[in-house]
């Protein structure tokens, strides 16, 4: 996960948080993933978001 990603990601649900939730249209193309899972493993783990392998970040892909 890129500093661009991780920035986006946390940008989007601070807003949400603020927003009360979203809803977000995505494309069968687009990934999705349980950002608050992910961060609540990386900060379980004490690792930071941008050090998480590939294997590690697709438990957290949601089904399209």
């Known amino acids: 996960m890129s500093d ?5 990601m946390q940008d989007l649900d ?4 603020r927003a009360g939730g ?4 995505f494309t069968k193309a ?3 993933y349980d950002y608050r ?3 609540k ?3 379980d783990k004490e690792i930071d978001p941008l050090d998480i392998t590939v ?3 697709h ?4 089904p399209s």
């Open 4 to 8: 661009l990603e991780l920035k986006k």
């Open 14 to 17: 601070d807003a949400a948080d």
């Open 22 to 25: 979203f809803l977000a249209q």
């Open 30 to 32: 687009d990934t999705r």
């Open 37 to 39: 899972a992910l961060l």
């Open 41 to 43: 493993y990386c900060r």
């Open 55 to 57: 294997r590690e970040l």
């Open 59 to 62: 438990r957290f892909v949601l």
